[in-house]
């Protein structure tokens, strides 16, 4: 387990609000006493649904993927995901309510954090600083979260999906059955409306590979509007 002292450049430059009300030695103090350093790898469960929340991560290396599970257990949606210099909702709102967790925590790739006990994170909530970025990054994920429930609650599938699409360069490489874990879906319904996009030229389809030809289509497609298809097949 590595020292507090060893990554503490790294925390600074993802959260400079740390210090703006608490000296360097007293942050170090506070650190040692009241936080751990973890090194996740890949794939590595960082906590989880109904599970008490053990304290309030900060990131400063890798990511974490933040879901939900169906109540059968057969399906995952993600809910958002966690960057170096962001807050964690579900674990902001368990320890502000003392209540259990309602989602999961997976480690994208290889990710560092610090983790504050939830006896640091109520103090230093009390600080005007702290308080100020938490609930500032808490209120902007909020307005995601309401965002996804939208598009859930009003947009066809294949809206979701044009959109999930793009913003990742001209190949992303996933596959059918993660796409459908992050859209909240089964994988029969993604390869379906995947295999209508490459019969329009939209996409070209391979193992684990979606190549965009024709991201100005695709965008028409997120937006609602009407785009021609070769196949026959009713929109989902």
Request: net charge negative; proline share 3%; charged share 25%.
């Amino acid at each position: 387990m590595l020292a507090i002292e060893i990554v503490l450049t790294e925390l600074l430059a993802q959260y400079p609000s740390l210090l703006e009300e608490s000296p360097e030695p007293l942050l170090i103090d506070e650190l040692k006493t009241g936080a751990t350093v973890i090194d996740a790898r890949a794939g590595a469960r960082l906590f989880e649904e109904g599970k008490p929340c053990q304290g309030f991560p900060l990131v400063v290396r890798g990511e974490i993927c933040v879901s939900r599970n169906s109540a059968d257990q057969v399906r995952t949606m993600e809910l958002y995901r966690v960057v170096p210099g962001e807050i964690c909702v579900v674990s902001t709102s368990s320890l502000l309510a003392s209540r259990n967790l309602n989602a999961d925590g997976i480690a994208v790739m290889d990710t560092r954090i610090v983790l504050l006990s939830p006896a640091l994170f109520e103090r230093w909530t009390a600080r005007t600083a702290f308080r100020r970025f938490v609930f500032g990054v808490f209120s902007e994920r909020l307005i995601d979260l309401m965002a996804l429930i939208d598009a859930i609650a009003f947009q066809r599938l294949d809206q979701r999906l044009a959109h999930h699409l793009l913003g990742h360069g001209q190949v992303l490489r996933t596959t059918h059955h993660a796409l459908a874990d992050e859209l909240g879906t089964v994988r029969e319904i993604v390869t379906r409306i995947l295999n209508r996009f490459e019969a329009a030229a939209l996409v070209r389809l391979s193992r684990e590979r979606i190549e965009v030809l024709d991201a100005a289509s695709l965008r028409a497609v997120a937006a609602g509007e009407s785009v021609h298809f070769r196949q026959a097949e009713r929109a989902v």
